[in-house]
């Protein structure tokens, strides 16, 4: 079954001059529970494309089918539902509330979704042992370091036991051992979780780990060469 | 808690360590605590002496006065005279008996037109020696050179056929009591006892309207109903409220009016608000985006601002009127203001706290500060999340 299925996707985005058109016709595909990474310059459009992909974002023309479901079919409350029990993202700066503590943060998406505050930080405080910061969840994200930082988002993205993960750059913002570490924990947490994974990145390396590469350009995407992905 | 008023708390708390907003958010919750003590002083202020002339109304006027609907002389005012004095709470019950006249000094050579009336509160002292006593009002007083113990003569525009002819009928009284004016009464030039207003007025039995006084005010209104039930119609029945309407809508009014124009204090603090909060909001752009991301619906965004906002209120409002109902308190039981005690009738200016006006005060400093954060709620529930974190990178 096709996790995620994008068909003719364009986007423009309004800037501060002329209209800035990120991609136009876009098409992209993902098998349940693959592990993808997507690879290309900057400015083609690889984050717009986890943005539209996880309904944060809405396509100028274009479909986005999660699971089987059509994003532009979907009330914003059953939309704001899906990202909340179905998806996960974690960004390339981590993005995490600054005024409260890591175990608050991860805790977020349980309280959106209407457990009570001390069961989600129950649920929370769990995540964060497995994510090896047991010691840190009563730590607010200036005093953790940037890779316990993206850690501690890659919890809050997997809180709620999502289907699909989007990870956009995780570790563009690390120093070599601490991306190792972030990307050989968001392996464990796909083969563990049974999740489908979608990774941007631009470490070749990382990328080569992945199972399937997909290469982004301002022509479109499609799988990188010896790549044995779908696109 | 709701997760929203987790986020507007930690903001609010929060913002404290960044300067900026914290010097806003700081003048946001001042601004708005200055306004509604200024508000609760000035009604505290305004109440004092509005409490003071109401209780000088009360004390000064007849409590219920039954006068007939049309014509100038009560149809049945036996009846009328038990109705009241059968009354709950009546203490008194006096007929009124009043005309117009002249008021000459003992020689005759200074006179001046009057209005006189019997007594209508507090017995005068006799003089002993037969002279009917009077209470005549320091203007006239002033203008006849008269002083208590002197002798004036009242005349009637009434006649009685002499050997001469018709002359004005005229009765000698003593100066008793010269009472001190006041703007709140129509009072008459001079009062005496009712025997010699009948005389003057050629009422020798009943009267042009009965007044009852009662053992509280308060309830004439309750009373007054009582007495419409009981009598006949054709009879008028109005409370010390009703005789002066017109001062006490010019008291509603007042008070009306000062609170519009010192509330706009509060309206200049919400606007501080306003700004502090869409501040917030711009600066808190990413987290917001985040928050979609996670599945937080617009509406949520929304309330974390509102919240905000009412936060902000209630601080404000809760130090303000906590300045404001202490600050009244104490200026009134220390005296703070003292007045000249001959000019003014009061020695101090006096403050009191109404809680109505209290609560009243509270609730549209609440709703302003409330109504304040909507439109940059607003502004938050609209945020587009994707481009929030792609231009926050």
Redesign the interface.
């Known amino acids: 079954m096709l996790a995620v299925k994008a068909s003719h996707l364009s986007k423009t985005y309004a800037g501060e001059g002329a209209p800035v058109t990120v991609f136009t016709d876009l098409s992209f595909e993902l098998e349940e529970r693959s592990f993808a990474a997507i690879m290309g310059p900057s400015g083609v459009g690889k984050s717009t494309l986890l943005h539209l992909l996880g309904g944060i974002d809405t396509p100028d023309s274009g479909r986005v089918e999660i699971f089987g479901q059509a994003l532009e079919e979907l009330a914003p409350r059953e939309r704001a539902r899906l990202r909340n029990d179905r998806i996960g993202f974690v960004f390339q700066f981590h993005h995490l509330l600054p005024e409260f503590t890591a175990e608050e943060n991860v805790a977020f998406p349980h309280r959106i979704a209407g457990v009570p505050a001390v069961e989600a930080r129950r649920r929370a405080a769990e995540l964060l042992e497995r994510v090896g910061l047991k010691d840190r969840r009563d730590h607010r994200p200036r005093a953790l370091s940037g890779g316990e930082q993206q850690r501690v988002a890659i919890a809050r993205a997997i809180a709620r036991g999502p289907s699909l993960l989007l990870a956009d750059e995780p570790t563009g913002n690390l120093d070599a051992d601490s991306a190792a570490s972030v990307f050989g924990l968001l392996e464990e947490l796909h083969r563990e979780r049974g999740m489908t994974t979608v990774l941007v990145t631009h470490n070749p390396e990382l990328a080569s780990r992945c199972d399937t590469i997909s290469l982004m350009s301002r022509e479109g995407i499609g799988p990188a060469p010896g790549s044995p992905g779908r696109n | 808690?709701r997760?929203e008023v987790?986020?507007a708390l930690?903001?609010l708390?929060?913002s404290r360590k960044r300067a900026h907003v914290a010097l806003i958010s700081t003048i946001s919750v001042l601004g708005l605590a200055v306004g509604v003590a200024a508000l609760v002083i000035s009604l505290a202020l305004l109440s004092g002496f509005q409490d003071r002339i109401r209780s000088q109304m009360a004390m000064r006027s007849p409590h219920l006065v039954v006068s007939p609907v049309r014509g100038d002389r009560l149809a049945d005012p036996e009846r009328v005279r038990e109705v009241l004095a059968a009354l709950p709470g009546a203490v008194s019950v006096d007929p009124v008996l009043e005309g117009r006249g002249w008021l000459c000094d003992a020689s005759g050579r200074s006179c001046l037109p009057v209005r006189y009336r019997n007594i209508s509160r507090g017995p005068l002292r006799l003089s002993g020696d037969g002279v009917a006593p009077a209470r005549v009002s320091a203007p006239a007083a002033v203008r006849l050179g008269a002083e208590p113990g002197s002798l004036l003569r009242v005349l009637s525009a009434r006649t009685r056929l002499s050997p001469i002819g018709p002359i004005p009928i005229a009765v000698l009284v003593r100066v008793a009591e010269i009472r001190r004016g006041s703007a709140l009464e129509k009072a008459p030039d001079i009062e005496f006892p009712e025997a010699t207003a009948r005389l003057l007025s050629g009422v020798s039995t009943g009267a042009r309207a009965y007044e009852a006084r009662l053992a509280d005010p308060q309830k004439a209104e309750l009373v007054a109903r009582v007495a419409s039930s009981r009598l006949p119609g054709g009879y008028r029945v109005q409370t010390w409220r009703e005789l002066n309407a017109p001062l006490s809508f010019a008291l509603r009014l007042e008070k009306a009016v000062i609170f519009a124009t010192v509330a706009l204090v509060i309206v200049v603090a919400a606007l501080n608000i306003v700004s502090n909060i869409a501040l917030l909001v711009f600066e808190k752009k990413?987290?917001l985006?985040?928050?979609?991301?996670?599945?937080?619906?617009?509406g949520?965004l929304s309330r974390i601002y509102l919240t905000l906002g009412a936060l902000v209120g209630l601080i404000g409002t809760g130090v303000g009127l906590l300045v404001g109902v202490v600050a009244s308190v104490l200026l009134d039981r220390f005296h703070a203001v003292p007045l000249p005690a001959d000019v003014y009738l009061l020695t101090h200016v006096p403050f009191a706290v109404h809680p109505r006006e209290v609560v009243l005060v509270g609730v549209f400093a609440l709703a302003t500060a409330v109504g304040a954060a909507v439109l940059p709620a607003r502004a938050a529930s609209r945020l587009?999340?994707?481009?929030a974190?792609?231009l926050?990178?």
């Open positions: 808690m997760y987790s986020i930690r903001y708390a929060a990413r987290d985006g985040v928050l979609v991301s996670l599945g937080a619906l617009p949520s587009a999340p994707g481009e974190i792609r926050s990178r």
